[in-house]
């Protein structure tokens, strides 16, 4: 009978060159190990150690290992399975054939500790046979693209024996070059462009000099170029003109003040920020937005501009300069005081406001006529915010109904720029504050009077009693 053909691993186990390997896998997979020429790596584990194929290779040379990436080894398991399947077709046709040996040991680059593989091809050695990574398309292992670098990029000799990472090449260099000029260019385009615009020269003085004792024309000008311009950029950028118009304001109601004294002694010296009204607006509350007051106002009272006196109102703007006085918006108490006069003592408002120089100077159109008529004017002049019924608690047909039913108290009259601008322009205006006296005087002594000051009503209401009493009447 010929002898039973036996298979290679049989010959080469009897033979002792090779050490066969009893070892067999866990998994569904056939074998756990590579072919001779594919090394092992898995994702469970590090990769495991080649067998020795003689004593001498492994005490000369040390033990190495091939990294692949976790999609090469999904590959190469795929390969191994046809492989092997080829290798037990190849056989004697028996299911139970051993398994082949071992590959030989490799010679692979190390793998950097904490970094992704980055060698793909083993170089060859002396005395040791190649081994070369393939994935499942049977290309070079080096072809793939690795994690974190771009594709068609192949590391540098020094990160090929060194494990580190691989320098950018030269044409890589140039191009990293050209787009940080790029991105210079177009911050270049995003810079903003910055425009400056020279600030605007002081507005001539026509050889008119500023004095304390009248306004100059340019402090008029400037407010009406406010009132055309109410922003607040355009005060920015004007700045210069209004600190000169204020100033010229400031001077002018520090000198205007000292007369006021003079006239009317209740009115005490108080510094200019406790007089002038700013120019800014309060616009919280109001649908005008517009930030500032294209007019310059002052009010002289015993408290200045705020509190509840009666006070001497002066206002200054383009085509429209008004000297004035009395109480506007009083509180509460404070009006129901003088409608208390008003229903209780007549003759002390008709007295004051049918005087003769006071009709002369702030009710010209009532001059010669009756007192009614007098009083009529004066009430038409406040007819803002006034009640339309009677107050509550009053007579409809109360004789001075038409003074009830206010809410402001006020007297004015306008004057000329000329008159602003002339050399006796504070004697223009204290002509009219002087009229207002009698009429500020009473509104104060009804609203604040002073303690201990007996009222000239009283006194007439006596003398008015002891003459009912001679005649026997009763006064009703």
Not at 141 to 168: F, M
Not at 409 to 424: A, H, V
Request: overall charge negative; hydrophobic content about 25%; glycine content about 6%.
């Amino acid at each position: 009978m010929p002898p039973k053909k036996r298979s290679l691993a049989e010959v080469e186990s009897q033979s002792g060159s090779r050490r066969r390997s009893t070892r067999l896998s866990s998994t569904s997979k056939k074998s756990s190990y590579f072919d001779d020429d594919v090394d092992d790596s898995s994702n469970d584990g590090p990769p495991r150690k080649t067998t020795k194929t003689t004593a001498n290779a492994s005490r000369s040379k040390p033990r190495s290992r091939v990294d692949v990436s976790d999609d090469e080894d999904q590959y190469e398991d795929d390969d191994i399975d046809e492989e092997e399947n080829e290798d037990s077709d190849a056989s004697d046709g028996n299911d139970s054939a051993t398994p082949p040996p071992p590959p030989p040991k490799s010679n692979s680059a190390k793998r950097g500790r904490g970094r992704p593989s980055r060698n793909s091809t083993a170089q060859p050695q002396k005395g040791k046979s190649q081994v070369q990574t393939l994935d499942s398309a049977g290309k070079s292992a080096s072809a793939i693209k690795k994690r974190g670098q771009p594709a068609n990029k192949q590391p540098s000799p020094s990160a090929k024996r060194g494990g580190l990472v691989a320098h950018d090449s030269d044409e890589d260099k140039d191009e990293a070059k050209v787009d940080d000029d790029d991105d210079d260019e177009d911050d270049d385009d995003d810079e903003p462009k910055v425009t400056f615009i020279p600030l605007p020269k002081l507005r001539d003085t026509n050889g008119v000099e500023y004095e304390e004792t009248k306004i100059h024309p340019n402090t008029l000008l400037f407010l009406g170029d406010l009132k055309a311009n109410n922003k607040r950029s355009w005060l920015k950028m004007h700045d210069p003109e209004y600190r000169r118009s204020l100033k010229d304001w400031e001077s002018f109601v520090e000198t205007l003040t000292e007369k006021i004294i003079e006239t009317d002694e209740t009115v005490p010296e108080l510094p200019l920020r406790d007089v002038i009204f700013r120019i800014y607006r309060d616009i919280r509350f109001s649908k005008d937005q517009t930030p500032y007051k294209p007019h310059y106002s002052a009010a002289w009272s015993r408290t200045g501009r705020k509190g509840p006196y009666a006070c001497y109102y002066v206002h200054v703007e383009p085509g429209r300069c008004l000297v004035g006085g009395g109480i506007w918006h009083p509180e509460a108490g404070a009006l129901a005081k003088l409608r208390a006069s008003i229903d209780e003592r007549p003759h002390r408002i008709r007295r004051v406001l049918t005087d003769p120089e006071f009709v002369r100077v702030f009710l010209p159109n009532a001059i010669g006529k009756k007192e009614d008529k007098v009083l009529k004017a004066f009430a038409d002049k406040n007819q803002e915010n006034a009640l339309k019924t009677k107050p509550k608690g009053f007579n409809p047909d109360h004789r001075d109904i038409h003074l009830l039913k206010l809410r402001n108290y006020t007297i004015g009259r306008e004057i000329s720029e000329e008159d602003i601008y002339s050399d006796n322009a504070q004697e223009r205006i204290m002509d009219v504050i002087r009229a207002m006296v009698p009429f500020i005087t009473f509104l104060n002594d009804v609203v604040m009077p002073d303690p201990g000051l007996d009222s000239d009503s009283d006194e007439e209401e006596g003398e008015g009693q002891d003459k009912d009493d001679e005649t026997g009447e009763d006064d009703e």
